[in-house]
């Protein structure tokens, strides 16, 4: 996309700049409600790639476990079964430490 949509793209990441710097949360809090978000909407590509950003801002595998696990009542234990296995993906993939 960036290649395809260069201004688009640059406008998108604008906007999700501008959406993180408009409250109070901080880097890490910002990427586990990002993660949250995604698991509860069933987004595999946007949980894997939250796990990343959550790490990369200081979260460690057991902050991103517990989101899966506290999503539960929520969403249903299935349901949380399923983001669970997304944040195992990276969490365990190879290049995770």
């Not at 057991?62 to 929520?74: E, F, K």
């Amino acid at each position: 996309m960036h290649d395809e949509h260069p201004e688009l793209m640059r406008a998108y990441e604008s906007f999700g700049k501008a959406a993180k710097e408009a409250g109070p949360l901080s880097e890490r809090e910002a990427a586990l409600v990002k993660l949250a978000i995604s698991l509860g909407a069933g987004l595999e590509g946007a949980a894997h790639s939250h796990c990343r950003k959550a790490l990369e801002a200081g979260c460690t595998a057991d902050d991103l476990r517990h989101v899966a696990l506290i999503s539960a009542p929520t969403i249903g234990f299935p349901t949380m079964m399923r983001a669970k296995s997304w944040v195992e993906d990276v969490v365990d993939a190879p290049d995770a430490d």
